[in-house]
């Protein structure tokens, strides 16, 4: 029993399932493309919300620093991700990394978990885009109809068509084909990124040296309590600790840790990259690094443009240009941020889409899925399945309880992908590797403690929902997933590999 649910995939039959025609996806993406997918999912709201919030929480001015020590915890993940990707391009991120590695019941339990991750973080940035739009259309004087608009906190009946909307027309761009995909993904992260840097040179002329003061605060303000209830923060991570001083920076990073979930997704994409072994650490590293910098910038901006305890928890950078004078900048961060939104939207749901294809063709879900549209050599079946669904659950389901089991999904596959890159450099040392992750195997395990040190913040009932999610998992893997994958099927001889096969 225990040599099936723990024999691996060799790296180069994995590679060589890639190449049978009816499972193989189109290659089409450079380092420019991943570097700009990995741009846009990582900057959405995030950089809109959570500065004011942990600035006002937990940090102050020290936001900044904040921000450097949760890149610095993602860059660790990201040296991992790099290796993996580039060693073994194929489509799964971390579900892939793990079953050449680990093995197959470890592949099934991070591959589950992602598409729970995926599927939850799309509904969740689809509700919160669809708010954007309908605060836009409210300052135009357009209202949407009673029971067609957002869901969040409403105890009434319901359906938030706009979000449902959202995740539909994506779905169909998705099944077009990954270069249509690149190109939209690419003019709104220009106007993204753009909106982003206009508030970082605007707001620069408005900072204050003294409202720098303390920039490492030792004690709350009295007022500061109340944004622990706010309901986008709740929204989006269920919980905002509170407490100051350099433990307060440390609180604060495990909070905007989240504000850089997304940058895994850029492995999803390594079947479809023309020169993985090259280009895949460029977009995952290129990307964390744009991000990183830009998160600093801004939150140097905003806590000198208006003193820490006095910013705004919903829309801290729309709300200090208010109380600077400059209200005009409110409705332009609203729209950068809107639009910002939907591609992390896209990539979150293309991410879902390529791990859902990875685990079919291996067996593990129903071959149904593996196959490829003949024409856009895209996998539409999963994508199609996957778009409907998480339409259904966006536009009905408020998602506030939900959304921590976005985090706790995030980490618990950096903690395994950095096992993973221990396990494989000693089992497979003849392995041709483009990239290495540095000091092995002091940089997995760091990653391995940043993430566990993390997921240990997060509150109990998270962990619990995570228990029962990940339980249902085993129940289908021992139904079906066990008895179906290729491996078993090979280990039977009921299918031949085309070279090599699963060790056991």
């Known amino acids: ?20 025609p009816e499972h193989a996806l189109k290659k089409s993406l450079s380092a420019l493309d991943l570097t700009v997918f990995g741009v846009g999912v990582i900057i959405g709201t995030g950089i809109f919300v959570l500065t004011g919030t942990v600035a006002k ?17 993602c860059a660790l993940a990201a ?32 591959g589950w978990d992602l ?41 009434a009946f ?44 605007a707001g620069a002329f408005l900072i204050k040296g003294d409202n720098y003061d303390p920039f490492i605060p030792k004690e709350q303000p009295v007022e500061a309590g109340a944004s622990l209830d706010s309901p986008l923060i709740q929204l989006m991570f269920g919980w905002a600790p509170s407490n100051f001083g350099v433990m307060g920076i440390f609180t604060a990073a495990s909070v ?56 705004s928890v919903d829309a801290p950078l729309a709300d200090a240009f208010k109380a600077t004078g400059h209200p005009w900048f409110a409705g332009f961060i609203s729209f950068g941020a809107a639009v910002g939104l939907t591609t992390v939207c896209m990539i979150l749901l293309l991410g879902q889409t390529r791990v859902f294809f990875a685990m079919s063709r291996d067996g ?13 050599k895209t996998p539409h079946r999963p994508t199609i399945l996957l778009g409907v669904i998480i339409a259904i659950l966006a536009g009905f389901t408020p998602l506030t309880e939900l959304a921590a089991l976005v985090n706790i999904g995030t980490l618990f596959a950096f903690v395994v992908v950095a096992i993973g890159v221990i396990i494989l450099r000693k089992s497979r040392p003849d392995l041709p590797r483009s990239f290495r992750t540095p000091w092995v195997p002091v940089i997995p395990i760091l990653s391995v403690c940043a993430s566990l040190w993390l997921m240990i913040n997060l509150p109990a009932e998270t962990w619990v929902r995570f228990a029962i999610w990940m339980a249902a998992g085993f129940l289908v893997y021992f139904l079906y ?24």
């Open 115 to 155: 598409v729970l991750e995926f599927a939850l973080g799309t509904a969740v940035v689809a509700v919160g885009w669809s708010g954007y739009i309908q605060s836009l259309m409210e300052n135009a004087g357009w209202t949407m109809p009673a029971g067609l608009g957002s869901r969040e906190g409403a105890d």
């Open 158 to 201: 319901g359906f938030d068509i706009l979000a449902a909307a959202l995740v539909l027309v994506l779905t169909g761009i998705l099944v077009l084909g990954m270069k249509l995909s690149a190109r939209i993904t690419s003019i709104v992260v220009a106007i993204k990124v753009t909106v982003v840097l206009v508030v970082i040179i």
């Open 481 to 504: 997933g066990r008895t179906h994958s290729r491996l078993a099927r090979r280990d039977a001889g009921e299918e031949q590999p085309s070279v090599g096969g699963g060790t056991p």
């Open 364 to 376: 593990l879900l129903p071959r149904f899925f593996s196959h490829v549209h003949p024409r856009f």
């Open 256 to 311: 905007v840790f989240f504000a850089f979930i997304g940058f895994d997704v850029v492995a999803t994409a390594a079947e479809e990259t023309k020169n993985p072994q090259r280009d895949m650490p460029r977009g995952i590293l290129g990307s964390l690094l744009i991000c990183t910098t830009l998160y600093v910038l801004v939150s140097i901006v905003v806590t000198g443009m208006q003193h820490y305890s006095e910013l």
């Open 57 to 73: 929480d937990n940090a102050g001015p020290a936001t900044a620093l904040a921000f450097v020590a949760a890149g610095i915890a």
């Open 1 to 20: 029993m225990s040599s099936t649910l723990f024999r691996t995939k060799k790296v180069e039959q994995s590679i060589l399932d890639t190449e049978e």
């Open 79 to 110: 040296l991992c991700y790099a290796e993996f990707a580039s060693t073994v391009p194929v489509a799964g991120s971390a579900y892939t990394f793990s079953y050449a590695s680990l093995g197959e019941l470890p592949a099934w339990i991070i």
